[in-house]
DNA sequence: CGATTGCTTGATACCTCTCAACCCAGGTGG
DNA sequence: CCACCTGGGTTGAGAGGTATCAAGCAATCG
C-alpha cells in the first residue's frame, strides 16, 4: 500500500537523487525535453479540477495533494505527492483533479504535447505510460478499500505506517501535511484524527516530538491494525 | 461516473450488440484470437486474489463483480461489470482482487501473454491499454469519492442512478445483484441500504415491482442528491 | 502584544451498525 | 398437497462510532 505514485525504492528526499532513484521515467528513460521548474508556496493551487490538462507534473522537493471537492465543499484527498512522483497525468483534456503544494516546493512541469508524440514511437515509454495508470489504479483501489471498510483507528494507522516509509529515519515521520488534509485523505474529521492519535498516544504506540514530528514507538502494532 | 469499465455509448446487454459496441478493444482492434468461452453459474469464483493472472476476460453477458477482502471478511467490491466489459487487466504476476459471478454468466478469455506481445509491436494497442488503465483509474477515484464523502442517502441514490444506466429501458432498474453486494459496493451494511431503499419509496423517488426491479419515479430527484 | 492558525479536548447529537425477529418466495420431500 | 426449510429481504430496538459544536491552548506572526 502506498499514499502516492511510489516506486519500492525508497531514498531521501534530495532532489537530485530522487529523480535518479524515484522516477520511473526520467529524461533518460523518455520523458520529453525537461521543462520549466515552478515553485510553489504552501496551499497554492498548481492546477484545478477543469483545467485544460496541457502538462504534466514530477515533484522535485515538497509535498503535492491531488483533491477532488463536492460542491458543498466536502473535499477527498486522493494521494500526497512526494519527491521523484509523476502528477497531473490524463487521459481526457481536463484534469480530473485539484492539485495544491501542501507545503512549500518545487516541480517540473513536461509538455504533454511533446509526450504523446513520443508515446506513439516509442514502445518503450508506451508500456512505462501504461505502467503508471496500472500502478495509480492500484493505489486508488487500496484507497477506496481504506475508505469503505475501515475504521478511522485502522485508517490513521495504516496512513502512519504508510506514510513513515517516506521519512528518512525510520521510526520517526514528519508529517508535512495538516490535520485537516489527513482528514480528507482517510474521510474523517479533524477532531476524529486528533484523537486518534492522542489515543495512539495514550496507548504508547506514538510519541509526539511536536505535533507534525511522531516517534513510531511500537511500529509493530500500527502495521497489526491493518489485517 | 460509471460502476465499471464503461464507455459512454449504452446498449442492450445482448452478447453481439454488447460486443460490437461497447467493448474499447475487440479482435478488429488488436486483442489476441479469442480464448475459450467460459459459463460461470451465480457465485463462481472466476480467479482469486493471488492467483496467477494469465488472462483477461470479457464479459458476454452476466455480471461480474470484482472485490477485496479484509483477513477477518470484510469485503469492498471494487466493481460490477456488465457485457462488454473487460476486467482481470493487472500489469504484476497476481491478480490482485478475487472476481465472481453475480449472476449466472458468460465471458470470454484471453491469453494475457498473447497481448503483450502484441502490445510491444502495436502502438494502436498500447494506447488502448493506457487508454484501458486511465478509465478504470477515474472509475475508482470517483468511487473512493463515494466512499470517503458521501452519506448513505447519497450513496444509495448514486448507485441507482448508475445502474440505471446499464439497464435497457430507462426508468427501470434491474438489479442483478443481491443488497448484500450493494452494501459491499457502498462501504455499507445490508441493512442500510434496505432502509434507504425503504425510504426513497416512501418518499416517492423509486418504485418497487420486486425487490429487484425498480422504477426510478423521480429520476431527477435522486441525481441532485449527488451534488 | 493581540490576532491568527493549527491542534486538542469535551459534551452532545446523530448516523450507521449490530443484533434480532419476522416476512416472503421458492424449493424439497414426505 | 402441504409442511418444512432455506435464502434473501425488511423492519425494529438499541448500541456505538464518528460528526458536530464549542471552548481552550500553543505557536507564529503581524
Known sequence: MSLAFAPSTDVSSAAAQAMAMRTPWTAETGLPSMGPVLHFTQDREIYGEGDEADAIFKVVSGVVRTCKFLSDGRRLIDAFHVAGDIFGVEAGAEYSFSSEAVCDCTVISYRRRGLEASASQ??????????????????????????????????????????????ANTGTVTLEMTRQDIADYLGLTIETVSRTLSQFERDALIAFSTARQIRLTHPAALRSLNS
Open 122 to 167: 516509442d514502445a518503450g515509454l508506451s508500456q512505462q505510460l501504461f505502467s503508471y495508470a496500472m500502478r495509480s489504479l492500484a493505489r486508488a483501489q487500496v484507497h477506496a478499500l481504506l475508505l469503505g471498510r475501515r475504521s478511522a483507528v485502522e485508517k490513521v494507522a495504516a496512513f502512519l505506517v504508510d506514510w513513515a516509509t517516506h521519512s
